[in-house]
């Protein structure tokens, strides 16, 4: 399982795009200056290749499916639009090369020190730095922080994920108490916790973490400061996912009951709602 991973394609923070004549357009999806098309563009492929669209916020969320794809289209940021979420290999081509027919592509994951790096442009895959070579800082900085000799450094842990990796409270916690305490306290809660999961595979990955700190999240730094791209690693996936539901909720129940951790939630990503989930499953 791949740990982290987004997509960004460049377009003007003021962009419109008249998608009402385009074979991608899906009915009642009106694009707009914050989603030029990419949404509208990802739904309509997979709906081609079999995957039905779902809902999975919506008050009775529907079935579940074996093969699933969910990701959010971000609102466009300093120039940049990102795609979060996990784009599985099998449909990877199927949605990138009509995508980069939009905007250049740029799919950047880390498996926990190991970073993977590609590019689409204008329908076919291409070498990043002839991709977005208009896009750099300077002359060949793509290549130079992708292929970039760089040391692993040793990040701050506590039970072996990196200190900015756990949630604040216990970032908190961890640092009012002493290490080897924290490090003991921790590990129970983690045991704990593989043990009610089973020991399975979901488990351990829910306890694996990007590290950013590594060869592979120092070649991703150096990539988007190359390509001056801004708030490129936050919100994650889960944050987002988890946000967006209760912010969802909130919309639907203005005074429905706040639970334990779900103000912190919300306040992680304030603007949730204007993101764009896209849910699609095939059985």
Not at 16 to 42: H, K, M, Q
Request: net charge negative.
């Amino acid at each position: 399982m791949t740990i982290w991973h987004s997509l960004y394609l460049p377009f003007d923070d003021n962009a419109t795009r008249d998608l009402s004549d385009s074979p991608n357009t899906i009915i009642g999806v009106t694009p707009s200056s914050t989603n030029p098309g990419v949404a509208e563009t990802l739904k309509a492929e997979l709906v081609a290749h079999g995957y039905t669209l779902f809902d999975p916020f919506a008050l009775i969320p529907g079935k579940a499916y074996p093969q699933a794809v969910r990701l959010f289209v971000a609102p466009v940021h300093d120039g940049w639009m990102r795609v979060i979420g996990e784009i599985d290999p099998a449909v990877r081509p199927l949605l990138l090369a009509p995508l980069s027919e939009l905007a250049p592509c740029l799919l950047v994951e880390l498996d926990g020190i190991e970073a993977h790096v590609e590019a689409y442009l204008e329908g076919e895959p291409a070498p990043p730095e002839i991709a977005f070579m208009t896009y750099a800082r300077e002359h060949d900085c793509i290549r130079l922080a992708l292929q970039g000799l760089f040391e692993s450094k040793p990040s701050p842990s506590v039970g072996g994920l990196p200190f900015d990796a756990l949630p604040a409270d216990i970032q908190e916690l961890a640092g009012s108490i002493d290490t080897k305490q924290a490090e003991a306290l921790f590990a129970r809660m983690s045991g704990a916790f593989a043990q009610k999961a089973g020991g399975s595979d979901e488990a351990r990955d829910l306890l694996r973490q990007p590290n950013w700190n590594s060869a592979g999240g120092a070649r991703i730094s150096a990539l988007m400061k190359c390509l001056r791209i801004t708030s490129w690693r936050s919100p994650d996936f889960v944050t987002l996912r988890d946000a967006y539901a209760l912010h969802t909720r909130r919309r639907r129940s203005p005074n429905a009951t706040l639970y334990p951790g779900d103000s912190e939630t919300i306040a992680a990503v304030p603007n949730a709602l204007d993101y764009t989930p896209i849910y699609a499953g095939k059985s």
